[in-house]
């Protein structure tokens, strides 16, 4: 039996089971960001609680704090932070990549950048970033990839199709942790020519899965999407695919038809921290000086803490005192609603509904208060 099994189809969009050392996932998938080890102010006993099935990680800043190897001297990164269920880690290259800044050089054998913690010069190489990602010990380890910036010259998009290419080779057979799956990633921006090349060569590697990476980054939001119809369609169909960087409810419903199966964002988290919450309404900006007397639940239909003992008036408090449990509270509501999102559009696809799931979705979500 193979990793990951296709279980139902409804046109292009598809639920399945995937299988790591950590236990089985059904997709599709949101799953939260984690990146220092902790999605930001919540326990791991309520992630689960709140249906998260797995959770990301990120090999950069892992790395520098506090260390990969501390963090495999005490046994892996899931005995670390207390989550004994799946762990994607990133390989590091969007944090490299896009904190231009830093870079001090790229060639073909990595990248050298000042780290952001103490800005010491570090060097990262697709070997480094599998050896990081195998003492952490994650499920699913990322290749490390070139990460192009939207609205670079063509050629310089080649050039980060080439070497993330080139990069992912070098990274095929790197040792892996126990049971360790690793995922492949495409570039070429919404370039169709160059996007197909890579997804094709991506593809022939023969990975566990493959991600789209370098979308979601400030293109035009029409041509990424008929990009990842596109990549998704040319993606091996017996594998996971995993659309990086997506957490909106339009984006989520769009790769999800697509026939994308994994997808991760910290759009819910980062807005619950600025006092946003994302519900079926709408956005809720807490903010707002209509909700200081406002008696109701943030979200009706909602189930999580935030929605069943708490109201909008009590909860703009928290917000607008910056209150620990104001951030945690939106934080708990925010991943809940995606989380429920993904399973509905799991159920439905299930249901050969998916289409009438994802339009009655839209339309109900009409309200936007930035
Ligand atoms: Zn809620």
Redesign the pocket.
Known sequence: MTHFAVTARDGAARAGVLRTAHGELRTPVFMPVGTKATVKSLDPEELTRLGAQIVLGNAYHLHFRPGDALVAELGGLHGFMGWEKPILTDSGGFQVFSLRDTILAVDDDGVTFRNVYDGAAARFTPELAAEIQRNLGSDIAMCFDQVPPAGITRGQLEEAVRRTIDWARRQRDAPRAPGQLRFGITQGGVDPELRRRSTDEIGELDFDGNAIGGLAIGEDRDAMFAATDEAAAQMPDDKPRYFMGIGDVEGILEVIEAGVDMFDCVLPTRTARTGSAMTWTGRLNLRNARYARDPGP??ET???P??TRFTRAYLRHLVNQSELLGHRLLTL?NL??VLELTRGAREAIECGEFASYKRNALDRITKWEP
């Open positions: 943030l979200d909602c189930d999580c935030a929605c509501h809940r609603f």
